[in-house]
Structures are given as structure tokens and as C-alpha cells.
């Protein structure tokens, strides 16, 4: 993920987007917190991969389970995968 000390995406440190990518995936971030999401996923290459991944990933697991949503525990587990592989 792209970072630098004068990058304009600094202001949202991409390991702070992994932690909130479940919730800006499911629309429970404040108005605020999802402009600095959308705002970083615009700029920085990495994130807008991560997160596209992510969405695809539990679209994909949405419709093997027969349109059932991933309970939270779920969710999270996959999203913990995701944290750890990409650290």
C-alpha cells in the first residue's frame, strides 16, 4: 500500500482502513469517517485493491451460502484472514 510522508493519504494510514473496512462495506461508518475511506480507496492504489477484494470476496461467499449474509462471526473471521495476510 502506498504511503510516504508527503502522500495526501496519510491522513487515514491504510492499516487503519483495514480496521474499518467491514463497517464502510456495510454503511455503519459516520459521514466523516466514510469521506476519509472514500477519500483514501481514490488515492491510494493498495486500499481500493484491498477493499474491492474484500467486497468480492464476501459477495462471493453470500451467494454460496444461498443469499444467506455471513453472520459477524464469520465476517470477521475472514476479515482477520485478511488483516493477517496482508501485513
Known amino acids: 500500500m502506498t504511503e510516504s ?3 495526501p493519504v496519510d491522513h487515514l494510514a491504510c492499516a ?3 480496521e474499518l ?3 464502510f462495506l456495510d454503511g455503519d461508518l ?3 469517517a466514510e469521506r476519509r475511506v472514500v477519500d483514501h480507496i481514490s488515492l491510494c492504489d493498495g486500499c481500493h485493491l484491498y477493499v474491492d477484494q474484500v ?3 464476501t459477495d462471493v461467499l453470500a451467494g454460496l451460502s444461498g443469499g444467506v449474509p455471513l ?3 464469520d465476517r470477521e473471521r475472514l476479515l482477520a484472514a485478511f ?4 501485513g
Open 5 to 7: 510522508l508527503n502522500d
Open 16 to 18: 487503519e482502513l483495514v
Open 21 to 23: 473496512v467491514t463497517a
Open 30 to 32: 459516520d459521514p466523516a
Open 55 to 57: 467486497r468480492q470476496t
Open 71 to 73: 453472520s459477524p462471526e
Open 83 to 86: 488483516r493477517d495476510s496482508s
